[in-house]
Antibody, heavy 118, light 111 residues
Framework: EVQLVQSGAEVKKPGESLKISCKVS????????IGWVRQMPGKGLEWMGI????????KYSPSFQGQVTISADKSINTAYLQWGSLEASDTAIYYC???????????WGQGTPVTVSS | QSALTQPASVSGSPGQSITISCTGT?????????VSWYQQHPGKAPKLVIY???NRPSGVSDRFSGSKSGNTASLTISGLQAEDEADYYC???????????FGTGTKVTVL
């Protein structure tokens, strides 16, 4: 059974750093792209970027390039999303998702709520 | 890359059929057969219900069907049921970012 299990909810202050995780099981981690999706409160879905764990090839959405860092550790089947300096506007739910070869996301994590507030 | 355009809301009575549109450009919806649809219930993660325009993942009801004409894709839900009440997002590969771009989302209400 394919599973993507994300790390728990986070509450942070502006300016702090953060790294959230997505551990996968049930399939070959290095054979599929995996990506991150942002959903701000009451808003729609936005792709942030994707990574191919086999060679760490990364594609960022222009809106998120330079704002976050996506990485993966294939030794522990885990993908990461990190911020160097959080802002209040980073408050959102972040989902990881596995991509089919035609770019649709067929399996999703449960989501990680991130709250940034002073 | 702008989001694909969907109606904000669509409603229907139980048993009826509804159709949600998703309009893009020749750089995304119109240029590729990589259109997907996602269902999201409140407080839950999205779920893929259609991929590659008209294919259903295993376990998805055959009441969900997809199609495409030109730059517009459509999701039809037939035999509407209370459990279909949710937000629906389309997605399409776009050559501008070589990623998928989502639609603006449609809230489906079962009357």
């Amino acid at each position: 059974e394919v599973q993507l299990v994300q790390s728990g909810a986070e509450v942070k202050k502006p300016g702090e750093s953060l790294k959230i995780s997505c551990k996968v099981s049930g399939y070959s981690f290095t054979s599929y792209w995996i990506g991150w999706v942002r959903q701000m409160p009451g808003k729609g879905l936005e792709w942030m970027g994707i990574i191919y764990p086999s060679d760490s090839n990364i594609k960022y959405s222009p809106s998120f390039q330079g704002q976050v860092t996506i990485s993966a550790d294939k030794s522990i089947n885990t993908a990461y999303l990190q911020w160097g300096s959080l802002e209040a506007s980073d408050t959102a739910i972040y989902y990881c998702a596995r991509l089919r070869y035609t770019y649709s996301a067929d399996y999703w994590g449960q989501g990680t709520p991130v709250t940034v507030s002073s | 890359q702008s989001a694909l355009t969907q109606p904000a809301s669509v409603s229907g009575s139980p048993g009826q059929s509804i159709t949600i549109s998703c309009t893009g450009t020749s750089s995304d919806v119109g240029g590729y057969n990589y259109v997907s649809w996602y269902q999201q219930h409140p407080g839950k993660a999205p779920k893929l219900v259609i991929y590659d325009i008209s294919n259903r993942p295993s376990g998805v009801s055959d009441r969900f069907s997809g199609s495409k004409s030109g730059n517009t894709a459509s999701l039809t839900i037939s035999g509407l049921q209370a459990e279909d009440e949710a937000d629906y997002y389309c997605g399409s590969y776009t050559s501008s970012t070589t990623l998928e771009v989502f639609g603006t989302g449609t809230k489906v209400t079962v009357l």
